[in-house]
């Protein structure tokens, strides 16, 4: 106990060289296993700063009360005790300041965005509200009203994390959608939405990431007050490899995931240059032949899996089946058959794009929220080890995860949407079709 005393009673001297914090820095501390969890990007001069308040809670958890956390988000705001949102609105519009929810799969938060100059202010104001919330009933019938207008409530940014969960997991809550009609809301209870709030959205299931220029050690003074609740850790998915799945759509997708576990910064720094080297691939093959259009290949961090996701819509009027051919590409560049030129443009992409985003608080702050299980992802470690990285060193660390007996191919087709008809013969002889 003394041990952890003293280490506290130093913190201050440690926080109050945050100022000169480096580029590409990321600090991180938790007062105890009770209280949230703080992400700390502090870059100087920055005239902006952005908070994520960030709950390991989604639609995953909502236990067939279809729309519960995006309710819950809103009576955090609009029905609770600790807060006055109309207060907190005028606020943010006077300091052209900007307050944003997102709804997940398996995490859902809030993002503040402001000057520096009143980010401390609207930061501690909204923790306090979020973090010790107590509910009023006679506000949630209106608030329910309000989420059901809410376009967030019914928009599924993480279709492509859904689809693969549902196709790597048996588990039903995987497949939560988001409510197909939204006034399924206003049908969830008061109690209902008081004990998601004192579960999932307690203090010690909350992580709270701020990037730009702040006062942080007010900041971990406001934290330190708050803490409590039933954890709801996200566990990580143990998946079965291979998978291939055929899935109804009304166009020809292709889906290939390799899931990928970051160690250390050289995974990262290989899992950010062969996305560009495998994008740029699949750009000059398929458009060359026309059948292809819109390729990406890019990671996919989630709080039960991280995988390097390739994705190919077909425009072949043939009906023909990419696949195969997407699959050449890979293996090309798991063999090595990477050009100077082609890692060259890769690396240099990755380390502009690293470069440009550490300099920006909101996409600092929204990659740190993005990469919460996998802390190896955003470093300094990492800049150096793109700067430093070859291409025998890419081959070496990326060889493991783009074994096709690793691979989870997803063919989102027509030909999935019902089974063709049957050929039988009339009485007269003739052929005919059975609809």
């Not at 809103?74 to 519009?93: C, I, P, Q, S, V």
């Not at 490899?241 to 050289?266: E, G, I, M, W, Y």
């Not at 702050?365 to 150096?384: D, I, K, M, N």
Request: proline share 7%.
């Amino acid at each position: 106990m003394k041990s952890r005393q003293r280490c506290w009673a130093l913190l201050p001297l440690l926080w109050a060289g945050i100022s000169v914090a480096a580029p590409f820095e990321v600090l991180r501390s938790q007062e105890s296993s009770e209280h949230p969890r703080l992400v700390l990007a502090p870059r100087e001069g920055a005239r902006t700063a952005t908070l994520v308040v960030l709950f390991s809670t989604g639609r995953f958890d909502e236990g067939g009360d279809t729309g519960l956390t995006r309710l819950s988000q809103h009576a955090l705001l609009e029905a609770n005790r600790r807060g006055d949102y109309g207060k907190l609105t005028r606020e943010l519009f006077g300091a052209d300041a900007s307050l944003e929810l997102f709804t997940g799969l398996r995490q859902s938060g809030f993002v503040l965005e402001s000057n520096s100059g009143d980010f401390d202010r609207l930061a501690r104001q909204l923790l306090e509200t979020l973090l010790a919330p107590k509910l009023i009933p006679s506000r949630l019938e209106a608030t329910a009203e309000r989420t059901t207008q809410d376009p967030g409530l019914t928009s599924s940014e993480d279709f492509l994390e859904t689809r693969l969960a549902i196709a790597l997991s048996e588990d039903p809550r995987y497949a939560a959608a988001p409510p197909g009609n939204p006034s399924s809301a206003q049908s969830i209870s008061p109690e209902t939405v008081e004990r998601h709030l004192a579960g999932a959205f307690s203090p010690r299931n909350a992580t709270v990431i701020a990037a730009g220029t702040f006062d942080a050690v007010a900041l971990r003074r406001t934290l330190a007050r708050f803490k409590g609740g039933i954890p709801s850790p996200v566990a990580r998915l143990q998946i079965q490899l291979p998978v291939k799945r055929q899935l109804p759509a009304h166009s020809d997708v292709n889906v290939l995931a390799f899931p990928v576990k970051l160690t250390t910064a050289s995974e990262s720094a290989a899992l950010r240059v062969v996305g560009p080297v495998l994008r740029r691939r699949m750009e000059q093959r398929f458009r060359t032949m026309g059948v292809g259009y819109a390729q990406d290949a890019s990671p996919l961090l989630t709080p039960w899996m991280d995988a390097l996701v390739l994705t190919l819509p077909a425009s072949d009027p043939s009906a023909l089946d990419l696949g195969p051919y997407l699959l050449q590409e890979v293996a090309e560049v798991r063999e090595g058959r990477v050009t100077a030129d082609e890692f060259a443009a890769a690396q240099g992409a990755a380390l502009t794009r690293l470069r440009l985003e550490d300099q920006h608080p909101r996409a600092v702050a929204l990659t740190l929220a993005g990469s919460l299980q996998t802390p190896a992802w955003y470093s300094a470690e990492v800049e150096h080890s793109l700067s430093s990285l070859s291409p025998e060193g890419l081959a070496r660390l990326v060889e493991p995860w783009l074994r096709e007996d690793r691979l989870v191919h997803l063919l989102f087709s027509p030909r999935a949407l019902s089974p063709p008809p049957r050929k039988t013969f009339n009485n007269a002889g003739t052929r005919s079709r059975r609809r």
